[in-house]
């Protein structure tokens, strides 16, 4: 197990630090100013339009080129000011307009052009010469990539966008991005923002959003990213900046939106000796129902999220209905502040997943939040009452972007299980991205137990020439410790019960017996090899240890160190546009046995509206125990017809063969299995 004494050196270290850049000799009246950076974007020669400001009529406002990470960047300043004291007064007020806006010393000689000259702080002084005059903005590609790259890589971005692969899109649409002004900036950064709101990365997505208002503050897809960005804000209340008033400011507006769909599973299984069986028939139920009120100092969210079951093998006894998110949550437009009460998730470390209580957030400042949340843990199995057994209650601070590309939390969770403490979790995760590295680290401490629950550390880097790697490591327990895994494997339902037979240093010591360690690691890449294929592929070690015998509970062996290697080759409009074509190989090494499969995939659009997505796969696993083999065939059939944007058909039918040459007991192992799966989703 992971013991206190290997975190006697884990801390975080935030170094503050300023740009400092020293002026040309020939402008020594501006050597020692300052100015005020109120936005910044990556690209040369860029159409900055200042938003209107009375703030800003008597300064000078200009643009300056910069440089971040080897791309051209450029940012739109304001100034000039004797001191950085001097700039504090006008720089909170300008924050209203400009929320990321900060000071710096005034760098001459990047100075590229003066939009508009002040009346009379500039008189006191001479306005800049710009350093490099720009040539008159064309639409030319100013990228390091040629323009059939960028086009195929675009392609291959709304492709995966369209498949809802968004983390695919994200990689495709930061390289476009990273490579400087181009023809797509525009169109990336959006789809950018809006990939990164679908995967549920919100804070990416606001600090996305801004940068495109920054850089493209005029336009339909302006109106848009504007809307986008103030839902986030304000349902979402992450208190990253402040928000733009004028922006969001509504009165007495109401929205209702959501889904419904229906979704019907069937498997028959079949076997030389038994014959025929149906395993699963089951209807499933989802309803996800928001709305959303605005006035003039509050929002208003009411959210329902819930899904139903129904086996059709069983008596109605079995149907389930299971309430997700049931809440209502009021904002303060103003400050930010907020505050909610229901069935809620909460997405921090690896503890609390889902609970019935309440939780609120308070707004420090535009870039730091406080949020208090108490309440009852949901079990994964009771989902339709409240469990009242597991109470809990904690604290989480969070930081808006600092240093540029960092932004971090802290959270505290105490939990309790029938009166005995059942987990008392510390922790912090922090969050890195720049054009071309994306970085997640986390740690979940247990203060009562003194264990490390979960270290966890993904990063993803863009390299040059269509090359990415990335890095997916954690060690955590399994289960996470708790002292409610003291119920594993006993005949007691409840803490309560198993009271009766332990007392309570035991029943500590049955959950630790109960909790084993497991690690794993993964570490892969992609290579772009030509217009139209991509080379994949990675490398996964993991293990989990075994867990002792206790409290007439059997101990488990551990799985040993197993191996997967995975390698693919994808393939875009190849027969047609935009579809996708992969064949790939897996390697699966465990103690028990090893396992090759072989697989070919393809998502096909007949038209606009309706895709197929035929798959194959082959699979040979070899036991090592008693030299046993087992070939399976899988055959696979996806279908999916979306329409008027709102409706959306899916078929799924599904054949599986597994063929193998051991008997038990003179009886067959091999079976064929045949499923297929039918449904609709409406969204309104």
């Known amino acids: ?78 100034g000039y000011f004797d001191s950085r004291k001097d700039t504090f007064t006008l720089i909170n007020k300008i924050k209203k307009t400009y929320p990321g806006a900060w000071v710096q010393k005034t760098p001459t000689k990047n100075i590229v052009r003066t939009l508009s000259q002040g009346s009379t702080k500039a008189a006191s002084r001479p306005a800049p010469k710009p350093a490099v005059r720009p040539k008159p903005a064309a639409k030319v590609n100013q990228s390091s990539l040629s323009d059939e790259k960028l086009k195929s890589l675009m392609v291959r971005a709304n492709t995966e966008f369209k498949n809802e692969d968004y983390s695919a899109a994200v990689r495709y649409l930061t390289a476009v991005i990273a490579s400087g002004q181009n023809q797509y900036s525009r169109e990336a950064l959006e789809l950018l923002g809006l990939a990164r709101q679908r995967k549920g990365q919100n804070s990416h997505a606001v600090a996305i959003y801004e940068q495109y208002l920054a850089a493209y503050p005029e336009g339909e897809g302006a109106d848009r990213v504007r809307q986008r960005l103030a839902g986030l804000l304000t349902a979402t209340r992450a208190g990253k900046e402040k928000i733009d008033m004028k922006t969001v400011e509504t009165r007495n507006e109401i929205d209702t939106y959501g889904s419904i769909s229906q979704y019907y599973w069937h498997n028959i299984t079949s076997t030389d000796d038994i014959g025929s069986i149906t395993t699963q028939s089951q209807l499933i139920s989802y309803l996800d129902v928001t709305t959303l009120q605005k006035t003039s100092r509050f929002d208003h969210r009411y959210q329902f999220t819930a899904d139903h079951s129904y086996d059709f093998e069983t008596d109605r006894d079995s149907s389930e209905l299971r309430f997700i998110d049931t809440y209502y949550e009021v904002a303060h437009r103003k400050t930010g502040n907020s505050g909610k009460i229901g069935r809620q998730s909460l997405r921090i470390g690896g503890i609390l997943k889902r609970f019935d209580g309440l939780s609120g957030g308070y707004q420090i400042t535009p870039d730091m939040r406080i949020n208090a949340l108490a309440g009852y843990s949901v079990d994964v199995n009771n989902k339709d009452s409240i469990n009242t057994d597991k109470g809990f209650y904690g604290f989480i601070f969070e930081t808006g972007t600092f240093l540029d590309h960092w932004n971090m939390n802290v959270f505290y969770i105490d939990q309790s299980y029938s009166g005995l403490q059942d987990s008392q979790g510390i922790g912090s995760e922090v969050r890195y991205r720049d ?63 198993l009271k009766t037979v332990y007392n309570i240093e035991q029943i500590h010591q049955l959950a630790e017996d109960r909790t084993a360690d497991s690690q794993l690691i993964t570490v892969g890449g992609s290579q772009s090899l030509s217009k139209k294929f991509d080379l994949t592929g990675d490398v996964t070690l993991s293990r989990t240890d075994g867990t002792v015998a ?91 017809y979306r329409y008027l944007k709102q409706a959306r058909f899916d078929f799924e039918l599904g054949y599986d063969t597994i063929s193998d040459d051991f008997n038990v007991n003179g009886q067959s192992l091999s079976n064929d299995n045949l499923h297929f799966m039918m449904g609709y989703r409406y969204d309104f």
């Open 1 to 78: 197990m992971l013991r206190q004494n290997y975190l006697i050196s884990i801390f975080y270290l935030l170094v503050i630090f300023q740009l400092l850049i020293p002026a040309y000799a020939t402008a020594a009246t501006l050597a020692n100013s300052y100015s005020i950076v109120l936005a910044s974007a990556p690209g040369k020669n860029l159409n900055w339009s200042p938003k209107q400001s009375s703030l800003l009529k008597n300064y000078t406002i200009y643009v300056e080129k910069t440089s971040v990470d080897g791309a051209p960047w450029e940012r739109l300043c304001v």
């Open 435 to 497: 054009s071309k590295t994306a970085a997640f680290g986390m740690i979940d401490y247990d203060l009562f137990y003194n264990e490390i629950n979960i270290i966890q550390l993904n990063a993803n880097l863009i390299l040059d020439h269509g090359r990415t790697v990335y890095v997916n490591a954690y060690m955590r327990k399994a289960p996470l410790l708790a002292t409610s895994n003291a119920l594993i494997g006993q005949a007691a339902a409840s803490i309560d019960e």
């Open 550 to 640: 206790s409290g007439g509970v059997a101990a488990t062996p551990g799985t040993g160190t197993d191996l997967l290697l995975s390698a693919q080759l994808v393939g875009n409009n190849l027969l047609r546009k935009n579809d996708t074509g992969v064949l790939g190989v897996r390697y699966y090494d465990m103690d028990s046995s090893n396992t090759i499969s072989l697989i070919a995939n393809t998502r096909f659009p007949i038209n606009r509206e309706w895709r197929i997505n035929p798959r194959l796969q082959y699979d040979i696993r070899n036991f090592s125990a008693d030299d046993r083999s087992q070939k399976k065939i899988r055959l696979l059939l996806r279908s999916d």
